[in-house]
């Protein structure tokens, strides 16, 4: 049986950027931008994966990730909007993947090695190359 797992990420959503000190609840994840009136959908119209995982990208203080069930997911967590779904919930409902005393952030030479900018540029050419007469 297959699992549906969405991502969300969101600077220090998770731990604070000074201290990296473990959150009481996240900070407020927008789960479905809406271009109608998402006021009146329910949790099982938005919630379409089986397992959330969230990733705090804040800095070296914050990094870390956290997953939840769907089934785990509470109502009164789910804040619905005319412009979206926005999730908050105790992070003491979460289970830790990584925290960040677990993840070593290795520095990185950019002037020996190409950004991801510069890779996902040149494939766009090249795939647009193909269509070139």
């Known amino acids: 049986m297959k699992s549906r ?18 959150k009481e609840n996240t900070a407020p994840i927008k789960l479905m931008n809406s271009l ?4 009146e959908r329910t949790k ?8 959330l995982l969230i990733v705090d ?4 203080k914050s990094y ?8 785990d997911i509470r109502p009164e967590w789910l804040d619905f909007k005319k412009d979206g779904v926005t999730l908050q919930m105790p992070t003491a409902a979460l289970e830790f ?15 020996t090695c190409n950004p991801y ?9 090249d795939f647009l190359a193909q269509f070139q007469l």
């Open 36 to 39: 109608g009136d998402a006021s």
């Open 5 to 22: 797992i969405e991502m969300k990420t969101q600077k220090h959503c998770l731990f604070t950027k000074k201290r990296g000190t473990l």
């Open 97 to 111: 993947i990584r925290v960040p005393s677990e993840i070593n952030i290795k520095d990185i030479d950019t002037s």
């Open 44 to 51: 099982e119209e938005t919630l379409r994966f089986d397992y």
């Open 117 to 125: 900018k510069d890779f996902k540029n040149e494939a766009q050419r």
């Open 64 to 71: 870390a990730a956290a997953i939840i069930a769907k089934k």
């Open 57 to 60: 990208t804040g800095n070296e």
